[in-house]
């Protein structure tokens, strides 16, 4: 088989890649290892920066998100009982989109299906080939092996695919911290206690209230690493979510049966440079953030951009410039949304080690949000998304 540009990974970041191609009338093949059912039921985070909604308007997936998400003018941040308000709209002039990765993905899929584009699923043994400048691709399905030839491979296979691996390790330079904590995420189909979203400081660990739609909640405990799902019953998890969270947002509370329950842990992680010769990686496959800023679909996303803008000008144009670019255009962004996802983390969670001192700069840092709208700003401008 031949293809342009092969896209290793059926997660949002190739779907939504393939999907900008195509509508540029480049042709691409889409290598995914899982089956669908399995990449459908993936639960991720749920806030779209504008940037984003933009995107996927562009790709012409955006339908069911403005008819079906929830625009938020703004966030809460609380502490000691406190709420902050960080008015995104009277201080940036713009809005978030709260809706479900896993629904980006079903619409992506949706679009993918209804152009016939082609997706292997359960493509096993993935290996790529060729590089830097003459690549193709391998892989087996039911038992026999293909191949794909093709102009450019785009990695977007995710933090433990196969795509990062491909660059020489003298090449390859890599950056991370992990968090001593991680976080228990509840699902419940109860409505959300408050109409936006709360980032919880508190003393017992951080808190986070989001939700899916009116009548789908979802909640987060800062938990440590030791903890096992198991030793967490429903009761225990709302009657801590209840202690972290403003008294009156507790009293409204509503409670259920969690309908999906998990642990994640929290790491910073970035992959440098995102290309090698023919080679892209994309999302997921070069950066992680922990998922208090809600960055790491829209850093896809933003990657995305840069190189769907990249490809698009090769193939119309026949310039490399911005292929050539697209490592640090994409990493200029990348580390801005690393540090805004480090600092959130540091702001609202309560370290294992964390000192007296240590305490009183997150106290002072908290104030300072609360009387400076200098100091807002630069929380709402980082959280809404800074422009590509
Ligand atoms: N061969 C083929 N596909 C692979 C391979 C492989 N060797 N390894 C992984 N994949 C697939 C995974 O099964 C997954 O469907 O690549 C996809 C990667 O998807 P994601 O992990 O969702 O990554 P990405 O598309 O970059 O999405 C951005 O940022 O912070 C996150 O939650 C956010 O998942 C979102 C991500
Ligand atoms: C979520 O709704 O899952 C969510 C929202 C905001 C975050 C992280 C996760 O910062």
Same mark, same amino acid.
């Given at each position: 088989?031949?293809?342009?540009?092969?896209?290793?990974?059926?997660?949002?970041?190739?779907?939504l890649?393939?999907q900008l191609?195509?509508r540029?009338?480049?042709?691409?093949?889409?290598?995914?290892?899982?089956?669908?059912?399995?990449?459908?039921?993936?639960?991720?985070?749920?806030?779209?920066?504008?940037?984003?909604?933009g995107m996927l308007d562009a790709a012409g997936v955006g339908?069911?998100?403005?008819?079906?998400?929830?625009?938020? !003018?703004?966030? =809460?941040? #609380?502490? +000691? /009982?406190?709420?902050?308000?960080?008015?995104?709209?009277?201080?940036?002039? %713009?809005?978030?989109?709260?809706?479900?990765?896993?629904?980006?993905?079903?619409?992506?899929?949706?679009?993918?299906?209804?152009?016939?584009?082609?997706?292997?699923?359960?493509?096993?043994?993935?290996?790529?080939?060729?590089?830097?400048?003459?690549?193709?691709?391998?892989?087996?399905?039911?038992?026999?092996?293909?191949?794909?030839?093709?102009?450019?491979?785009?990695?977007?296979?995710?933090?433990?695919?196969?795509?990062?691996?491909?660059?020489?390790?003298?090449?390859?330079?890599?950056?991370?911290?992990?968090?001593?904590?991680?976080?228990?995420?509840?699902?419940?189909?109860?409505?959300?206690?408050?109409?936006?979203?709360?980032?919880?400081?508190?003393?017992? !660990?951080?808190? =986070?209230? #989001?939700? +899916? /739609?009116?009548?789908?909640?979802?909640?987060?405990?800062?938990?440590?690493? %030791?903890?096992?799902?198991?030793?967490?019953?429903?009761?225990?998890?709302?009657?801590?979510?209840?202690?972290?969270?403003?008294?009156?947002?507790?009293?409204?509370?509503?409670?259920?049966?969690?309908?999906?329950?998990?642990?994640?842990?929290?790491?910073?992680?970035?992959?440098?440079?995102?290309?090698?010769?023919?080679?892209?990686?994309?999302?997921?496959?070069?950066?992680?953030?922990?998922?208090?800023?809600?960055?790491?679909?829209?850093?896809?996303?933003?990657?995305?951009h840069?190189?769907s803008?990249?490809?698009?000008?090769?193939?119309?144009?026949?310039?490399?410039?911005?292929?050539?670019?697209?490592?640090?255009?994409?990493?200029?962004?990348?580390?801005?949304?690393?540090?805004?996802?480090?600092?959130?983390?540091?702001?609202?969670?309560?370290?294992?080690?964390?000192?007296?001192?240590?305490?009183?700069?997150?106290?002072?840092?908290?104030?300072?949000?609360?009387?400076?709208?200098?100091?807002?700003?630069?929380?709402?401008?980082?959280?809404?998304?800074?422009?590509?």
């Open positions: 088989m031949r293809t342009q540009v092969c896209i290793i990974g059926g997660g949002p970041s190739g779907l890649l393939a191609l195509h540029a009338g480049i042709d691409t093949v889409v290598l995914e290892r899982r089956d669908r059912a399995y990449v459908l039921s993936r639960i991720r985070a749920g806030v779209l920066e504008w940037g984003t909604v339908e069911r998100m403005h008819r079906e998400g929830f625009v938020h !003018g703004g966030t =809460l941040l #609380s502490a +000691r /009982n406190r709420a902050i308000r960080i008015d995104f709209e009277a201080l940036v002039g %713009t809005r978030v989109m709260v809706y479900g990765q896993t629904e980006v993905t079903h619409d992506l899929y949706d679009a993918r299906d209804a152009m016939g584009g082609v997706v292997i699923d359960e493509a096993e043994g993935v290996t790529l080939h060729g590089l830097p400048d003459a690549p193709f691709v391998t892989y087996t399905k039911d038992g026999t092996e293909h191949r794909i030839d093709c102009d450019y491979i785009a990695g977007c296979d995710g933090f433990h695919g196969v795509s990062r691996a491909a660059l020489p390790a003298s090449l390859l330079k890599t950056f991370e911290k992990v968090y001593p904590f991680g976080w228990l995420g509840v699902l419940s189909e109860t409505p959300p206690v408050s109409h936006e979203l709360i980032y919880a400081n508190h003393e017992r !660990g951080f808190a =986070l209230c #989001s939700m +899916r /739609n009116a009548n789908l909640s979802r909640y987060y405990l800062q938990v440590p690493l %030791t903890d096992r799902v198991e030793q967490w019953s429903d009761t225990a998890f709302w009657d801590e979510l209840r202690r972290r969270i403003p008294h009156e947002a507790a009293d409204t509370l509503v409670t259920g049966p969690a309908i999906e329950k998990s642990i994640a842990p929290l790491r910073s992680f970035v992959a440098e440079p995102m290309r090698w010769g023919r080679l892209f990686l994309v999302g997921d496959a070069a950066h992680i953030v922990p998922p208090t800023g809600a960055k790491g679909l829209n850093l896809a996303v933003s990657d995305v840069y190189l803008q990249a490809l698009i000008a090769r193939y119309r144009d026949g310039t490399e410039d911005l292929v050539e670019a697209y490592s640090d255009r994409a990493l200029a962004r990348v580390w801005k949304a690393i540090r805004f996802s480090w600092w959130m983390t540091t702001l609202l969670h309560r370290f294992p080690d964390q000192t007296e001192f240590d305490q009183h700069i997150q106290n002072s840092e908290i104030a300072y949000l609360e009387h400076s709208s200098a100091a807002r700003t630069v929380l709402a401008e980082n959280y809404v998304g800074l422009p590509y």
